[in-house]
């Protein structure tokens, strides 16, 4: 496995195509990376499926409200409409390129709607950049991501098994 440098600001998560190792930014999103690492830490994104699969573009999970495939209120036709229980966040763009492997939050026309999704950009998509908060890259593991089902909606989605913060892991 990579080295990871600041292991309370890394992520590991394990995919059902394999492992993808994300380093975050929570000096260009904050906000973003606290509601991330708590929900990761409730573990509000294990059982998550990966909804929206656009290849060239980007790979979006992380609906814990209709995506996440062990609960009972898991709809896969409403995967992609929904959020945690907790507030919206405030938008915090930056400079940061939207390139291969960036992981940022989705969010609805309002710029301060992001609240528990988010996607990892496959190719380069600048032209997102300054419009959606980047809080983090896959620095090992891309490949995996390169291997998720592709579709809108996606049928039979792959999905995250587990996402932890590195600290948390033995």
Not at 1 to 11: G, P, T
Not at 19 to 46: C, N, S
Not at 115 to 142: H, K, P
């Amino acid at each position: 496995m990579v080295e990871i440098k600041d292991r309370e600001n890394a992520l590991i998560m394990e995919t059902t195509k394999g492992q993808v190792v994300i380093e975050m930014y929570p000096e260009l999103a904050p906000g973003h990376v606290a509601r991330i690492k708590e929900l990761a830490r409730e573990g509000a994104y294990d059982g998550v499926v990966f909804h929206r699969v656009i290849d060239g573009f980007m790979a979006q999970t992380g609906d814990v409200k209709f995506g996440n495939s062990s609960k009972p209120t898991f709809a896969p036709s409403r995967a992609g409409m929904g959020g945690s229980d907790k507030p919206d966040l405030k938008a915090e763009f930056s400079n940061a390129n939207h390139g291969r492997g960036a992981c940022s939050m989705a969010r609805s026309q309002n710029p301060n709607s992001a609240n528990s999704q988010f996607f990892i950009c496959f190719d380069e998509a600048a032209f997102l950049n300054r419009q959606y908060t980047v809080w983090g890259q896959v620095i090992e593991g891309m490949e995996n991501v390169d291997k998720i089902k592709r579709g809108e909606p996606v049928q039979d989605p792959d999905k995250i098994v587990s996402l932890k913060v590195a600290a948390d892991v033995k």
